[in-house]
């Protein structure tokens, strides 16, 4: 069993900053890739950026150059700056890996957490 806990999320101002933090935890032998997504209501869930356990990275074009994703072993984080209001949405922690004891492949989601971006 994995379990991912995710924190960060609130309520900031236009042009603010908020950083998104994600740890997983549990029978992990490996991660393969962490990353985020987010989901706005009625609409598909969307990527915003991931990291493979190589170090590459991708970001949803709507986001590069004022969010940057970064992990330290099991967690995962989302710096976000520049906010706009429609980046307001539920952010979701992914975490696929290799799960104790029987080497199975896993993908987890964290259980969300609100950023709303409001004057």
């Known amino acids: 069993q994995v379990q991912l806990v995710e924190s960060g999320g609130g309520l900031v101002q236009p042009g603010g900053s908020l950083r998104l933090s994600c740890a997983a935890s549990?029978?992990?032998?490996?991660?393969?890739?962490m990353g985020w997504y987010r989901q706005a209501p009625g609409k598909q869930r969307e990527l915003v950026a991931s990291i493979t356990s190589g170090g590459s990275i991708n970001y949803a074009d709507f986001v590069k150059g004022r969010f940057t994703v970064s992990r330290d072993k099991n967690t995962v984080y989302l710096q976000m700056n520049s906010l706009k209001p429609e980046d307001t949405n539920v952010y979701y922690c992914?975490?696929?890996?290799?799960?104790?004891?029987?080497?199975?492949?896993?993908?987890?989601w964290g259980q969300g957490t609100q950023v709303t971006v409001s004057s």
């Open positions: 549990g029978s992990i032998l490996s991660i393969y890739a």
């Open positions: 992914n975490v696929r890996g290799l799960s104790a004891p029987w080497r199975t492949d896993f993908t987890y």
